[in-house]
């Protein structure tokens, strides 16, 4: 039973546009939520976070938005770069470091 | 360190033979994490340490998988009796305590034939 889930395996978008990448939990417990982003033989770096008691939180050209009722956190990257072509994997955890990942979406900006 | 050193990168096991991993984590994180992934998959939490204390090993999927870090620097994760369900890459990730922001290695990609 997958506790968090990104039901999109890729998307692309065009250079400049709004990419938007979307997961779903189910653990009403949860009380952190991360973006890693990763590249081909490389671990998971770290983008941006955000806890539950906001709803947004930005850095920069990354917009990371919590929606706890519909338990739905979504990533804004405006605008999309060739260079943020990776995959992208959120992350939620109860506590401060079990931290549970999806599957991942495969990003490709297209130039 | 400049950042999570893995070693080795890659590992190549026949079934039924022991592998050791070895992880060196940024000096001073004092929480130190396994992860496995698996193809098309997401890291699944293996273990966390603090220091040299092993506070959760519940992702550990079987009493062939040990971890230890001894000193509360450099870790290693041991398989034994290596099984082809093994197969997977093996992150290991740092960080200031009780910071989510995690910093990952590279991996070893651990292939059982």
């Known amino acids: 039973d997958q506790q968090v889930k990104q039901n999109s395996p890729s998307l692309s978008v065009q250079e400049g546009r709004i990419s938007i990448l979307n997961c779903d939990y189910t653990?009403?417990?949860?009380?952190?939520f991360l973006w890693y982003k990763k590249y081909p033989a490389e671990g998971p770096t770290f983008l941006i976070s955000?806890?539950?008691?906001?709803d947004k939180n930005e850095d920069g050209r990354f917009t990371v938005f919590l929606n706890k009722s519909a338990k739905h956190l979504s990533l804004h990257i405006v605008p999309s770069q060739p260079g943020d072509s990776a995959v992208y994997f959120c992350?939620?955890?109860?506590?401060?470091?079990?931290?549970?990942f999806g599957t991942g979406t495969r990003l490709k900006v297209l130039a | 360190g400049a950042g999570v050193s893995q070693s080795p990168r890659y590992k190549v096991a026949k079934r039924g033979q022991d592998v050791a991993l070895r992880c060196d984590p940024i000096?001073?994180?004092?929480?130190l994490f396994w992860y496995q992934q698996a193809l098309g998959q997401g890291p699944e939490f293996l273990t966390y340490?603090?220091?040299?204390?092993?506070?959760?090993k519940s992702g550990l999927p079987s009493d062939r998988f040990f971890a230890e870090r001894p000193e509360g620097s450099v870790s290693t994760l041991k398989i034994q009796r290596t099984q082809q369900e093994d197969s997977a890459v093996y992150l290991c990730a740092s960080s200031q305590i009780y910071s989510e922001k995690l910093f990952f290695g590279s991996g070893t990609q651990l292939s059982v034939l």
């Open positions: 653990n009403s417990m949860f009380d952190y």
């Open positions: 000096s001073g994180h004092v929480s």
């Open positions: 955000i806890s539950s008691i906001k």
């Open positions: 992350a939620a955890s109860e506590g401060t470091y079990k931290y549970i």
């Open positions: 340490f603090q220091n040299e204390a092993q506070l959760d």
